[in-house]
């Protein structure tokens, strides 16, 4: 008989088995009936084993209990086949390993994407009647500790054409109380154009002294070159910036200075002196200039001296104001995505989506390794995918300064 009649043949003793199987059932059970081909294909592997292994002095030695999660409130019991000195060890095992697995994997996904440890709790319970603790989620977690530890010490490019840089707050406990601290978020553009996430710490302020030691980090961790640095207005982030990175540029977020001089405006005032203030920082075509942007600023000056003086007397100082027109002397392309730090923001986005779900957190450890996490998934659905195609342009326009 050829290969493919016994195949048949076979099939056909298959089916019939199953036919036979299925119609003994007093009750139409698809849990009872899935169980006993489980155990009886076990079995078989049994019996072939004990076959395969004659003269082992081994032999059949019963059968243990084992439950098998599923889609259900309530799991399976299956009888697990074994040999007298323990050595068999039927395939089903591994594909309950497997499915143990995936329960797990799944617990760490809904924990990633912000529900609580109590609601990845419930969830697994509801879904494959498994019990699964709030402490399990959390060492769970915990898994990507290790990952974030060698990933801190990885080396980085030695060339990036734009740093980002930004914190945001969350609650955290040191020793026993809460406070909030300020999560450091570094983010590269690379020469290929795609971003990367540089570096990620926690610190209970934000400064710049903090933040020339996270640019000394990456130094050490091989960065050699930053044509541009964009930040947030932290006083005298700037020297830090040139100490580390004499070479790069410095912008500051014009976003952040425009909120922080809207908050001192009056409210019948805001609309006028918003408008005004942007028209200041409208420099996104080939003509604008540094030099036509002071001129807006006199325009400001005249405009609102008389009700905010203390704004206008920053905005008119030069040293001041000097790190807000960085952006203008680079391509036009670019200016709009190195004007601010809100490229950063859709990924701040991100982080307190999940992290609020959370509340506070224990250990600080637990706060970085979760949005570590987070960070990543961000990276490779967005930035590995989607490289910024504008910055094939990013270049210095001397002649602009």
């Known amino acids: 008989m050829n290969k493919e009649k016994r195949m048949k043949k076979i099939e056909k003793m298959i089916y019939a088995g199953l036919k036979n199987l299925y119609k003994s059932q007093t009750e139409l059970s698809l849990d009872k009936f899935s169980v006993t081909i489980l155990e009886c294909l076990m079995l078989l592997e049994r019996e072939e084993y004990l076959e395969s292994h004659k003269g082992e002095n081994d032999a059949g030695n019963g059968t243990y209990p084992r439950s098998f999660s599923c889609l ?25 390993k497997r499915q143990k697995e995936q329960v797990n994997q799944l617990a760490l996904l809904l924990y990633r994407k912000g529900l609580s440890t109590r609601d990845v709790s419930t969830i697994i319970q509801d879904f494959f009647g498994e ?9 769970l977690a915990a898994s990507f500790h290790e990952i974030r530890k060698k990933w801190e010490n990885s080396t980085l490019d030695a060339k990036y054409k734009v740093i980002y840089c930004d914190a945001l707050y969350t609650s955290l406990k040191r020793g026993t109380s809460y406070s909030k601290e300020a999560v450091h978020v570094i983010y590269g553009v690379k020469e290929d154009n795609r971003r990367e996430l540089l ?37 005298y982030f700037e020297d830090e ?13 014009v976003a952040h200075l425009m909120r922080r001089f809207l908050i001192k405006v009056r409210p019948k005032d805001k609309k006028d002196f918003s408008s005004d203030l942007q028209e200041i920082f409208n420099n996104f075509d080939s003509a604008s200039t540094v030099k036509k942007a002071q001129e807006k ?10 009700f905010y003086p203390k704004m206008v007397e920053k905005l008119t100082c030069e040293d001041y104001m000097k790190h807000y027109f960085t952006y203008i002397n680079f391509h036009v392309d670019v200016r709009r995505m190195i004007y601010t730090t809100n490229s950063i923001e859709n990924l701040n986005r991100q982080i307190r989506k999940v992290i609020k779900t959370k509340v506070t957190f224990d250990k600080k450890e637990n706060l970085l390794d979760l949005v570590y996490m987070v960070i990543k998934d961000f990276e490779a659905n967005n930035w590995q995918k989607y490289p910024i195609n504008q910055f094939k342009k990013f270049k210095r326009n001397h002649q602009l300064i």
């Open 297 to 306: 600023v006199k325009i400001f000056e005249k405009n609102w001296k008389n």
């Open 241 to 253: 910036a040139k100490k580390h990175f004499p070479n790069a540029d410095f912008q500051k977020c």
């Open 131 to 139: 019990s699964m603790s709030r402490s399990t989620v959390n060492n």
């Open 199 to 235: 570096l990620l710490e926690v610190n209970p302020t934000e400064g710049s002294s903090i933040w020339g030691e996270y640019l000394n980090k990456l130094r050490k961790r091989g960065v050699k070159n930053i044509d541009l640095i964009v930040a947030d207005g932290v006083p």
């Open 72 to 96: 259900r409130t309530n799991s399976l019991q299956i009888n697990i086949p074994r040999s007298r000195n323990g050595k068999f060890k039927p395939l089903i095992l591994e594909l309950l």
